[in-house]
Nanobody
Framework: QVQLVESGGGLVQFGGSLRLSCTAS????????VAWYRQAPGKEREFVAS??????TNYADSVKGRFTMSKDIRKSAYLQMNSLIPEDTAVYYC?????????WGQGTQVTVQE
């Protein structure tokens, strides 16, 4: 069973930065797509960013120019979040697809204070 573990969340001031990590139990290159989603209180989970095995990225309009997704050569993907605003407050989840199977991490809380 593939496991994904997110880390790096926390409390940050308006305009600050955080770097989230998603560490898999297998090589990150096993996945066709790795993505980040977020869920704010009382709202549905929404797409944030994704990266294909080939390195192509896609971002939600709300984070374009502020968030950058990357991955290393081993087991981790990252989400660099800059210029954070209170609307970015949410639990951030890592998602990955291996074949037709999708996997989720447990989430990491990001809170942006005004």
């Amino acid at each position: 069973q593939v496991q994904l573990v997110e880390s790096g969340g926390g409390l940050v001031q308006f305009g600050g930065s955080l770097r989230l990590s998603c560490t898999a139990s297998v090589s990150i290159f096993n996945f066709k797509v790795v993505a980040w989603y977020r869920q704010a209180p009382g709202k549905e989970r929404e797409f944030v960013a994704s990266m294909t095995a080939g390195g192509s990225t896609n971002y939600a309009d709300s984070v374009k120019g502020r968030f950058t997704m990357s991955k290393d050569i081993r087991k981790s993907a990252y989400l660099q979040m800059n210029s954070l605003i209170p609307e970015d407050t949410a639990v951030y989840y890592c998602n990955a697809f291996q074949g037709s199977a999708g996997f989720w991490g447990q989430g990491t809380q990001v809170t942006v204070q005004e």
